[in-house]
């Protein structure tokens, strides 16, 4: 048995989403069970090849302790389905969208059957016609990308009321369609298209008229024809101002991806987070090697197990071709296109936890070194290994002058429940906090510490109850007296990594990963538009196949997972004595009210630090509205507020202003966005420290709890890997 491996969180998280029940939805199955299910179920494969019952037996065991031992795991459809009447364990699917209503509605249908079993789809609606286009046997008008991409979030939520895990989309539209202006904001309003992420392809051509700034096409998919001009450097401030905005769209550089794919037919789109570019109707299934079990101890240090890795990344690419033959396709057409190329996707997970053991600081050159060693040692193996089964079983359909039996290796995925059960980091992303609060189901809470801090803190004589509440208050360690700074260079969590940093370790892993790489760059609130732009200029310059940001609490109702108190940073005094704001935090905490005014709806934000309230920020709804104005008075607003200007000061300047789009116009709740600025600051100002007082609309407390909020469980997303996962309790937006 292994029980005693697995932490509560990760028995919580197995037994909720893996393991098998009865029609009761009672739990009939152990971790260990599972497990042996699996590997019973993808030992199966090597009947096809001529093995014995006692070599089949013998790779069993071996996938088995691979499994229980924590050092690989494959992506949740196999886990949940491996050797039960669903079968279905690809997570990763990519349909067409063809350019007809009996198109559009079949790729409806076949991602419905995607998502019952557990996969999440990709789709390109780059070649449907442009809205208000002309359709010749009807009469009519085309309604557009946008428009269909909710009739498949609607289908999506239906299918998900009845299944077991949610299905995941990625919508993506390339830079040169008539509609990308919509594309780019149709998820401006969070509670619109929920059951996507998107991303616009960006092609060479595109970012050459960026950077010279120059005017492109804009080509009709229906006629292949241009239409019209834009200024490129005009759409590409506005996927980084909707990007700084909530994160959405996200970039594909579809043109690197397709210049790197190794077999023909064109790639249009990816799975939902990103990192697994697919030919239209093909799958691709993964599992990520626990890079915190490939360590050893020599003379008392820590060191990479180069041989256990190697003998990992083996074995685990036998386990994922295994999969491909004993899958149960939910389509034959995508049987048949996964078996010509025959993709698998290795990756890791527990990559920063291994640098921890090693000494090294995430944000270092040491790091971005170690990544391209571990990960070129892993595409070197798992090469080799898939070499070593095109002898034993056939070469590649797709690559007739290669002989390699997969076209594909290694894909850097999200591993937000996987890392949960292996107790280990997520993916190549850093440690969002070192020590947090979690939620026990009974409502009580549970202190938790990272294991290898702990040991450090207990090595040092430092597991103090007074140090490890410090460290749940502030998450990082960097500015607590008590921690020495050997150990603050090395426990950097989330909040220290400078998002240049971010795009540095994404970049070091892309070199040897054929893939792409999923990986959120996180930006602390304060960031500027311009700071999104150099990122998404420096992922382009490094080689990165596409890129997610996500800026601190810049979608509604955000709750963070550690206690908001902040170290007080002594402000410097001008030569001149003129008041100076006082320093953002890292974090803060506050509220978000929808106020009505006169074009529609006005999203206020208030954040405070352990001074009061300190910031605001605002966000128009997606009717109209006065979007750079209100932002420039929210800007002015928070700097006086951090240079200690009287609150009812401000409040008495911006209240009653008056704009014209209120005249004649009743029941609004403001008169002009200051106004509505000024009422919910003073409302603000009477409530407690945590801002309970002042309650948004019941349909924006809704939206807190729904979308920012596990529904499971209540506790907080975490923005990593280009999805949203919660720690709590393994719940994923992404599935």
């Known amino acids: 048995m292994i029980y005693m491996t697995l932490t509560n969180n990760a028995l919580e998280v197995l037994k909720r989403r893996y393991l098998a029940k009865n029609e009761k939805g009672e739990v009939v199955e152990t971790p260990d069970e599972m497990f042996r299910r699996v590997a019973h179920a993808v030992a199966q494969a090597e009947k096809n090849y001529g093995a014995t019952d006692e070599q089949i037996k013998a790779w069993e065991d071996k996938f088995y302790e ?13 886990l949940m389905n491996a050797g039960r009447p669903l079968g279905q364990l690809s997570a990763c699917f990519v349909l067409p969208v063809e350019d007809s209503m009996e198109g559009i509605f079949e790729a409806v249908k076949n991602a419905a059957l995607i998502h019952k079993s557990g996969g999440g789809t990709g789709f390109s609606f780059s070649r449907l016609r442009p809205k208000g286009s002309t359709v010749k046997t009807t009469g009519g008008v085309a309604s557009g990308p946008v428009s269909f991409m909710k009739v498949f979030n609607a289908a999506t939520e239906a299918v998900k009321q009845g299944g077991t895990r949610r299905g995941a989309n990625m919508g993506i539209l390339r830079v040169d369609h008539p509609d990308i202006l919509e594309f780019i904001d149709c998820k401006k309003d969070n509670k619109e298209i929920t059951n996507f992420n998107i991303s616009v392809a960006i092609t060479d051509k595109f970012m050459e008229a960026v950077l010279n700034d120059e005017e492109y096409e804009l080509i009709d998919p229906h006629t292949q024809t241009a239409v019209s001009k834009l200024k490129a450097k005009d759409v590409y401030n506005k996927i980084v101002e909707a990007a700084w905005r909530n994160g959405e769209p996200g970039v594909v550089f579809i043109d690197r991806i397709n210049a790197h794919h190794p077999i023909g037919g064109e790639i249009e789109a990816t799975n939902p987070c990103g990192e697994q570019p697919l030919l239209p109707y093909e799958s691709c299934n993964l599992g990520s090697i626990n890079l915190s079990k490939m360590l050893k101890q020599v003379d008392g240090q820590w060191v990479i197990d180069f041989e256990k890795l190697e003998r990992t990344v083996r074995l685990a690419v036998r386990f994922l071709d295994n999969v491909i033959d004993i899958n149960n396709y939910p389509l034959p057409i995508i049987e048949q296109t996964t078996k010509m190329a025959r993709k698998i996707g290795l990756g890791v997970m527990g990559f920063a936890d291994m640098l921890l053991r090693l000494g090294i600081s995430y944000n270092s050159e040491h790091a971005k070194k170690t990544a391209q060693e571990v990960m070129k040692k892993i595409l070197h193996e798992g090469r080799s290994a898939s070499i070593g089964l095109a002898t034993e079983r056939g070469e590649c359909l797709a690559l007739a002058d290669v002989f390699i039996r997969n076209a594909t290796i290694t894909t850097i995925a999200p591993t937000g429940t996987l890392s949960i059960i292996a107790s280990c980091s997520s993916g190549i992303e850093p440690v969002f906090a070192f020590a947090f609060e979690r939620n026990i189901m009974d409502g009580t809470k549970l202190q938790e510490v990272n294991p290898i801090l702990l040991e450090e803190l207990e090595r040092r004589g430092l597991n103090k109850p007074e140090i490890i509440n410090k460290i749940i208050s502030h998450g990082s360690l960097q500015h607590i007296d008590e921690i020495p700074e050997d150990m603050k260079r090395v426990f950097v969590c989330a909040h220290d990594i400078t998002p240049d940093d971010h795009i540095a370790m994404q970049a070091a892993f892309q070199k040897y990963t054929d893939n792409a790489v999923s990986k959120t760059v996180n930006f602390p609130c304060s ?71 006169g074009c529609g709806n006005l999203y206020i934000t208030v954040n405070s630090d352990d001074k009061g309230i300190m910031e605001i920020f605002t966000n128009t709804g997606k009717v109209g509205g006065c979007p750079s104005q209100s932002e420039a008075t929210a800007r002015v607003v928070s700097l006086a507020l951090r240079a200690g200007v009287p609150m009812q000061d401000i409040v008495e300047q911006l209240k009653g202003i008056r704009c014209i789009s209120t005249i004649r116009q009743h029941g609004l709740k403001a008169l002009s966005c200051p106004d509505a600025i000024a009422r919910v600051l003073d409302k603000a100002t009477k409530c407690d420290s945590n801002c309970k007082t002042a309650e948004p609309e019941t349909e924006s407390k809704q939206q807190k709890a729904t979308i920012y909020k596990c529904p499971e469980c209540n506790s907080q997303f975490l923005h990593e890997s280009g999805c949203v996962i919660c720690r709590n309790c393994g719940y994923s937006k992404c599935g």
Do not use: W
């Open 66 to 78: 691979m499994m229980t031992n924590l050092e690989f795991l494959p992506n949740s459809p196999t």
């Open 527 to 597: 960031a500027t538009i311009e700071d999104v732009d150099r990122v998404y200029k420096l992922a382009y310059e490094l080689g990165c196949k596409g890129v997610t940001i996500y800026r601190d609490g810049s979608r509604e109702g955000q709750v963070l997972s550690v206690k908001k108190e902040q170290k007080k940073i002594e402000q410097p005094k001008s030569e001149e004595n003129k008041p100076s704001p006082r320093v953002r935090p890292q974090i803060t905490h506050g509220f978000t009210e929808k106020v009505k005014i």
